[in-house]
């Protein structure tokens, strides 16, 4: 029987991109539990901490939580 499509992984490696899925998926749900619980909506303040995120300097990485967007 021939098989079409990529080739099936060994199950080590399946597992091992399920759990990191699910920890992608439970460190969003947890961004977004917290803007709620800090009266921020999540949808305005996650694109503008995570898209310049890459650029900021790290000895300023402060600016960018969550508590000091509260402020503003």
Do not use: S
């Not at 991109?17 to 921020?40: C, D, P, S, W």
């Amino acid at each position: 029987m021939l098989r079409c499509g990529p080739p099936k992984l060994p199950l080590v490696h399946r597992t091992a991109f399920k759990l990191l899925r699910m920890n992608v998926t439970l460190f969003g749900y947890t961004l977004i539990e917290a803007a709620k619980i800090n009266n921020v909506d999540p949808q305005a303040w996650m694109p503008e901490v995570l898209d310049p995120i890459a650029d900021h300097k790290i000895t300023r990485l402060d600016e960018l939580v969550l508590w000091r967007y509260a402020q503003l």
